[in-house]
């Protein structure tokens, strides 16, 4: 497995832990890979930090269930973010 497909497979990771309070270093190591390093090469693979991709994956989750009847706080919640008003803020930005 290439370096850079530990970064492809991170992605998918990233996907399938989305409304899971998990940190980076876990994915690096999951991933097998150096947190540092593994920072490095996400950035130059995917032009932006491991923490902003998630933090993009997780607002495009938010659009899809706020289409459903969930409440928004639950919603935020789900997605693990600190709090709906934080959430809110992200969401909005």
């Known amino acids: 497995m290439t370096i850079f497909s530990k970064i492809d497979s991170a992605c998918v990771l990233m996907r399938e832990l989305i409304d899971q309070p998990v940190s980076m270093q876990e994915i690096a190591k999951k991933s097998g890979i150096g947190y540092s390093l593994f920072r490095r090469l996400f950035k130059e693979k995917m032009n932006c930090a491991p923490v902003?991709?998630?933090?993009?994956?997780?607002?495009?989750?938010a659009i899809e269930l706020l289409t459903t009847t969930i409440p928004v706080k639950e919603i935020a919640y789900r997605l693990d973010f600190e709090s709906p008003?934080?959430?809110?803020a992200r969401f909005k930005k």
Request: a positive charge; glycine letters at 0%; hydrophobic letters at 35%.
């Open 85 to 88: 008003a934080y959430f809110s």
């Open 52 to 61: 902003q991709y998630f933090q993009e994956l997780k607002l495009h989750k």
